[in-house]
């Protein structure tokens, strides 16, 4: 859970340096455009924190999901990459509800569920290992 700490906070100051200028902008605009980088998006507004203990990723009812700010929110952020020559994306989203509307509301490109996204918030010692 250390690595994963860590790495979170550098992709913070990464991403709080670069768009503090408008150069620094500019330059994450370039490199998402050519296919050179990589943007993470946890979900966009889903008030609360963790889900029901009864979840279900099939029914989106048992789940923390989007409120209207939040639809709002993933419109905008796929307005914002459109508006600069984005589109040309692979998108990848958690099966949460709340992961795959916000995909999707950003009208992109087709939403691709990726279970690898599910769950951060357990610790990596307690997983099954994959074979």
């Known amino acids: 859970m250390k690595r994963l700490s860590g790495l979170a906070c550098m992709l913070l100051l990464f991403v709080s340096s670069a768009s503090g200028a408008q150069a620094g902008e500019r330059d994450l605009i370039r ?20 889900d029901p203990a009864d979840l279900n990723l099939d029914d989106c009812s048992t789940q923390r999901n989007l409120n209207q700010a939040g639809r709002e929110q993933a419109k905008a952020i796929g307005h914002w990459l459109r508006s600069r020559g984005i589109g040309q994306v692979k998108l990848y989203s958690s099966q949460w509800c709340r992961c795959l509307e916000t995909a999707r509301l950003m009208q992109m490109v087709t939403v691709t569920p990726l279970p690898a996204l599910n769950y951060f918030f357990k610790r990596p010692e307690d997983l099954e290992p994959i074979l």
Request: proline share 5%; aromatic share 0%.
């Open 31 to 50: 490199q998402m455009q050519s296919g050179s980088a990589v943007l993470m998006i946890r979900h966009a507004l889903a008030p609360g924190v963790g």
